[in-house]
């Protein structure tokens, strides 16, 4: 792996650093399992309380920044859609539990990746190491959400209505599902770019 160090605005050869925020003890416990198995070029730290995390933020640059979903003293919805507006620089990730998966990718536009819990093979590494490496480039934000976010992109009525017949038969066909779907280019850019988005975090190339 690359090394992990970067220049702060004053130019000063930093780590990178990463902020945790959440108060679910096995969930921490997991996270610091991951820490141990990165090189000691990233520096973590902790947060049980977004006030708490909020003072990390404001007394240093975090290149990457993790959430949990929800819990008493946490939102992580609206905690991100905070760090979105203060440090759109930062990478954002939301951990979350499988029962909770759908509700939580309203915030799409506000996550760059979602983490489930409990963590799941290198799942977690992974992410941060894209995202370092992502962080080299210094990227504008909105390119950053181009590469990571879902996005909208129009489709025609028509072809919803065709889908939906064919999904309502008594004996479905995935081929002529395909079939429809690969009539309508704009259809099938949105599938595209929904498996590629971070709800589902697929690593393999996908090219029909």
Known sequence: MCSSYYRNHDGN????????ISDDEKHLAEVRDVVAALSNDFEFNFADSEDQAKRLLSSDEYAIIGVEYSSNKINGIDFLSFVKEKYPKSFRMLFTEAAKRERAVYSASDTHRFINKPLRNHELVKAIEHFDGLSKYELDPKI???ILGIGTIPSLPEVYVR??????????????????ISNDPLVAAKIMHIVYSSFYNISKSIVN
């Open 163 to 180: 889908l939906e017949r064919e999904i309502n038969r008594q004996e479905v066909s995935i081929s002529r599902i395909a079939d429809i």
């Open 144 to 146: 950053i959400s181009a």
């Open 13 to 20: 050869l930093m780590k990178t650093k990463v902020l945790i």
